[in-house]
């Protein structure tokens, strides 16, 4: 058994769901202790949801004339989520099992084989350069698959207060389609939410003329959004979209014109258009209307993009060596944590192993793929501490 699926399986026989880490942590600490990394556990959260994050950083040795070494950061989350009916698991989701060549478990996709390889990896490269000219760090949080506002942008708000400075970033999310090595992140769309509120008057409904139905009177303006270009999108982005998630009016009874109408929509936006801007153009449609409305806004995160550059370019290259695989740069799919780490890291990309299985009964990943996987990291590891 290698090294690195030991560890993944040590990792899936945790049941560490949202907000609980079950050791995690502990256990990868021990091993980034162990190479010289300094590690710090920060618990966060209220008493009913204690959330634990890890900020463990190794630092490497400053170039001559530099002030520091570069730091490149592994990111990712111990926490997974709920199993879903036990009796329709093949096995128990919380001890690792093989068949056909696949690992299963939960989480063994959706985030621990990353993790694994990615501690195994810093072990391999740190055992062949004891002192290189790179810092590494690892960031993990137990907080990312639920609220997540006490994981990770916990740990970045702490860091940014005492002056941390990220170069580069690596999210271990399960990122490729088919192959390992067939797709990277390097960007997410952001994540704008409403939920508007259209008043009417309630009335019978065999007497329209003393009533307003919000329905009816919304309907021209539901058109005009659903018709709106938002923006065009760009060359690594589509263009933004709206759409409508739940929409209510009414007691159930079909005699009574209902007295408000309840939407909720989101907003998956690109570059090309921020929060603000949508948000004002949005309301203008409600007033050129002559809506009375009220609405409430969340916004969930905002687009982050990392263009080709020296993470990018390190990550292609390893992939390149390791699978022979032209890799394919991407920003489809949901949020990440990616969105809070990007504030401060000006190169973050995702990259992890295939994620048809995730946060399905049954998850898996492929045991032949976990040496690649852990190669790749420690093919960037070498790249970048060259560069």
Avoid at 13 to 19: F, Y
Avoid at 115 to 124: D, I, N, P, T
Avoid at 279 to 292: I, P, S, T, W
Avoid at 368 to 373: A, C, D
């Amino acid at each position: 058994m290698s090294a690195t699926l030991e560890l993944t399986e040590q990792l899936i026989s945790r049941s560490s769901v949202t907000p609980e880490d079950a050791g995690c942590q502990a256990l990868l600490a021990g091993r980034l202790q162990a190479l010289g990394f300094v590690c710090e556990s920060i618990v966060s959260g209220p008493d009913d949801f204690r959330v634990t994050n890890l900020w463990a950083k190794f630092t490497g040795q400053a170039r001559a004339g530099a002030e520091r070494a570069p730091l490149l950061v592994f990111a990712g989350h111990t926490d997974v989520v709920p199993t879903g009916p036990l009796e329709q698991w093949s096995c128990p989701p919380f001890v690792p099992s093989h068949r056909q060549g696949q690992l299963y478990g939960r989480g063994a996709a959706d985030m621990k084989s990353s993790l694994a390889a990615m501690v195994v990896a810093c072990e391999e490269f740190l055992a062949a350069h004891p002192k290189p000219d790179l810092s590494i760090a690892f960031l993990l949080t137990s907080d990312e698959e639920g609220p997540a506002k006490d994981g990770t942008v916990v740990v970045c708000e702490r860091l940014k207060a005492r002056g941390e400075v990220l170069d580069f970033c690596i999210v271990g999310e399960p990122t490729c389609v088919e192959k390992l090595g067939d797709m990277v992140k390097n960007g997410r769309r952001g994540t704008l939410s409403g939920k508007l509120r259209v008043k009417g008057l309630q009335g019978h409904i065999a007497y329209p003329h003393l009533a307003k139905n919000p329905v009816h009177l919304f309907a021209p303006a539901l058109a005009e959004l659903v018709a709106t270009e938002w923006d065009r999108g760009n060359e690594f982005f589509p263009a933004t979209s709206w759409q409508v998630s739940n929409i209510h009016g009414g007691t159930g009874a079909s005699n009574i014109i209902p007295g408000e109408l309840v939407v909720d929509f989101n907003f998956r936006f690109c570059t090309e258009s921020t929060a603000e801007g949508l948000k004002q153009r949005l309301e203008a449609v409600l007033r050129r209307h002559a809506l009375d409305f009220t609405l409430q806004w969340t916004l969930g995160g905002e687009p982050f993009l990392t263009t080709p550059g020296t993470l990018v370019q390190a990550v292609r290259d390893a992939i390149a060596a390791e699978t022979g695989l032209n890799t394919e740069l991407s920003t489809t799919g949901g949020t990440s944590d990616g969105r809070f780490i990007a504030k401060m890291c000006p190169q973050l990309i995702e990259f992890g192993p295939i994620n048809a299985s995730i946060h399905k009964i049954d998850e898996h990943v492929l045991v032949s793929s976990l040496e690649p996987l852990k190669n790749i990291y420690k093919g960037v590891l070498q790249r970048l501490a060259l560069a």
